[in-house]
C-alpha cells in the first residue's frame, strides 16, 4: 500500500495534511465520506510521492492541481510521477482546482464512476 515509502515521506505528508489548499479541503470534504462505499485517504505516501487522495480499495489516485502544472517543467515531473504509479499498478485521476471549486459534483461523478469500473473489472477478474 505504501510501495516502501521511506519516513521522510510519512513526515512531509502529516505537514501537508495540515496545509491543504482550499479544493483539497473541498475534494476532503466529499472523498472523506468515501466514494461508492469506498474509503479515501488523503496526503497518502506511495514509493517515492504523496498521492493527494488514494483509494486503496480500487488503486485510484486522485491528484488536484493549480496553474502550477501549466509550466513546462511541473508537467514533466507530473508525467514522470503518472508513468511511475501507473507502472505499479494504479490509476491516477487529475483535476484541477478550478474544475474541483466550479464543478464539484462533475468531479465527484467522475470518481464514482472511475471507482466503480475498477472494482467491477477486478470482481469479474476473479469470478465474483
Not at 26 to 52: E, T
Not at 107 to 125: A, C, D, G, P, Y
Request: glycine share 8%.
Amino acid at each position: 500500500m505504501f510501495e516502501g515509502a521511506s519516513f521522510l515521506l510519512f513526515e512531509n505528508a502529516k505537514k501537508l495534511r495540515n496545509k491543504m489548499t482550499s479544493a483539497e479541503e473541498v475534494m476532503w470534504m466529499h472523498l472523506r465520506k468515501g466514494i461508492s462505499g469506498y474509503k479515501f485517504r488523503r496526503q497518502h505516501p506511495i514509493g517515492n510521492y504523496i498521492a493527494d487522495f488514494f483509494c486503496h480499495k480500487a488503486k485510484l489516485i486522485v491528484e488536484g492541481g493549480g496553474s502550477v502544472h501549466n509550466n513546462d517543467e511541473i508537467k514533466k515531473s507530473d508525467f514522470i510521477r503518472q508513468s511511475d504509479l501507473e507502472k505499479l499498478g494504479y490509476t491516477i485521476l487529475r483535476f484541477t482546482n478550478e474544475e474541483v471549486s466550479k464543478q464539484t459534483e462533475t468531479v465527484l461523478n467522475k470518481i464514482s464512476e472511475i471507482v466503480n469500473i475498477i472494482i467491477n473489472n477486478k470482481t469479474s477478474k476473479i469470478g465474483v
